[in-house]
């Protein structure tokens, strides 16, 4: 094993006060632990001087994911993997390496208590990191050509190439394709505008599925965001649309207020409307994979979500 995991793996050991690491080789991990994103990931068995043995996990990542989890570990909050990378002046991708927390619990049955826990994670880690942009110089910025990509290259160009490609598919779904284009670029000029405006701009999460998804974990208890990939300095709301309802969002907004954020209910409630067309296009593509391997229903909610959003 190279040193460079060695030292990664001191390194995080040092912050998580696990005592000095004397090995590491790798494990296998599993393709479902891998994700949509393509990321290369390894799983390190550590042993430590004492004797005792446990797991990190190392991530080849750009350096705004990188420099996102150095914040975040500084923060302490215990919402989100510990990490370590010797490696935040390069702009090149590199090794990183973060916590495993591959031992968590199911979503307890209490669901409404739990999306409450979530909620007041997220209030105290955008929170914390509602500062200008200028504080995170190596965070991407949501611009305008950020939202047209979301709008188009991971959305709307993937179901229009589908329609290209599958007679059967086009036949049933591309009278669609107007309603998508549509809805697709007034949430693009929405979620501009808001950033123009400077409206609730703090570090995002940017793929928060609901919780059924895999990014909010039950570890030991309490909430833990994992996979900061897709991080951006961007409104609240894309954070919050997909895992909570209007309704749901109320423990979010007083977690918020007490730390001094005071959104009115009003320009809330407009804002997170204007945000609610984001999971539909940034999930459009696995819906489309899960379509053409038989599962139906993710892409049919999409569909008729944006069917309903265009009237």
């Not at 550590?46 to 975040?72: H, N, P």
Request: aromatic share 12%; proline share 4%; glycine share 6%.
């Amino acid at each position: 094993m190279k040193d460079e995991f060695l030292d990664l793996a001191k390194g995080l050991s040092e912050i998580m006060g696990y005592g000095q690491v004397k090995r590491v080789f790798p494990e296998a991990m599993a393709d479902d632990e891998r994700g949509w994103s393509g990321a290369e990931l390894m799983r390190l068995k550590c042993v430590f001087a004492d004797g005792r043995t446990d797991s990190f996990v190392c991530k080849y990542a750009e350096r705004g994911e990188r420099t996102v989890m150095r914040r975040l570990t500084s923060q302490r909050r215990g919402y989100t993997p510990l990490a370590y990378s010797d490696s935040y002046n390069t702009s090149e991708k590199a090794w990183f390496i973060m916590q495993d927390i591959r031992s968590c619990s199911p979503i307890p049955k209490n669901v409404s208590r739990w999306k409450e826990q979530v909620a007041e994670a997220l209030a105290d880690i955008h929170g914390d990191n509602m500062i200008s942009p200028g504080d995170l110089p190596d965070l991407p910025l949501a611009d305008s050509s950020y939202w047209e990509h979301i709008a188009t290259e991971i959305s709307i160009d993937h179901f229009e190439r589908q329609c290209e490609q599958d007679n059967d598919f086009a036949s049933e779904f591309a009278w669609m394709l107007p309603k998508l284009r549509r809805c697709a670029q007034r949430f693009a000029r929405n979620m501009t505008e808001l950033c123009r405006e400077g409206v609730e701009l703090t570090l995002t999460h940017g793929d928060l599925q609901d919780e059924n998804g895999d990014h909010v974990r039950n570890f030991e208890g309490r909430p833990m965001i994992i996979d900061w990939g897709f991080a951006r300095y961007a409104p609240i709301y894309i954070d919050l649309v997909d895992y909570f309802s209007i309704d749901e969002t109320e423990p979010y907004l007083q977690r918020l207020r007490m730390r001094g954020f005071n959104i009115k209910d009003v320009d809330f409630k407009e804002r997170y409307n204007m945000a609610s067309l984001y999971p539909a296009l940034i999930y459009m593509y696995p819906a489309i994979v899960h379509y053409m391997e038989g599962s139906q229903t993710r892409l049919r909610q999409i569909l008729s979500f944006i069917d309903s959003s265009d009237r």
